[in-house]
């Protein structure tokens, strides 16, 4: 029988029901993930995701916080050459997803969105409306944003082989060599 109330000792509940969620909803997507689930696995009782978020939907909303910041990340792409964007934007992404600290939320993230009609509302809207409009200004020529949308499928979809079905050999090919062999690809994608 899981624990009644709040944690025992000094802890922040409601930030370590959103750790905990993030985790589960990272391991097994927003559809299989329980409150119960995640109840049980932060040692609370369910009535406390309840008295915090009021249901799942709301928890996942709260674990949506994406582990960069935006502004900093289309900096970082978007500063330097232009040429160099399509290896820039390549690199940034792949070393986001590399770290364990923002690929858990990563991970939920992209199974959320996938599952879960809702979920892949608001990550369009964040990259639609955070990631896109920054990137798009950097770009020369027409259709923009179907560049970047070409250039993000590309990358999203090795995200997905090599972090959620782990496929062999590019869940364990070398990030620089990754880096090498797909950011001519992203750049074209980029280029007029």
């Known amino acids: 029988m899981p624990p009644i109330g709040r944690r025992p000792g000094k802890t922040d509940t409601r930030d370590v029901l959103v750790e905990t969620a993030r985790r589960k909803f990272a391991e097994s997507g927003y559809d299989k993930t329980t409150v119960r689930d995640i109840a049980a696995a932060a040692g609370v009782d369910p009535a406390l995701i309840r008295h915090y978020f009021g249901n799942k ?37 792949f070393e986001a997803w590399e770290q364990p600290e923002s690929r858990a939320p990563l991970l939920a ?5 996938a599952t879960h009609a ?27 944003e179907l560049r970047i949308d070409l250039a993000m499928a590309q990358l999203l979809g090795i995200a997905y082989l090599r972090h959620v079905l782990k496929v062999e ?15 001519p690809v992203i750049t074209t994608h980029l280029s007029t």
């Open 57 to 93: 939907a709301e928890l996942f909303r709260a674990t949506m916080g994406w582990p960069f910041d935006p502004e900093d990340v289309a900096a970082r792409i978007t500063e330097g050459a232009r040429g160099e964007i399509g290896e820039r934007l390549t690199r940034v992404f």
């Open 169 to 183: 050999p590019i869940g364990s090919e070398p990030l620089d060599e990754l880096i090498a062999r797909v950011a």
């Open 118 to 144: 809702e979920s892949a509302a608001l990550v369009r809207q964040f990259i639609q409306g955070r990631l896109y409009a920054q990137l798009a200004s950097a770009l020369p020529g027409p259709k923009a």
């Open 109 to 113: 993230i992209l199974r959320g969105a």
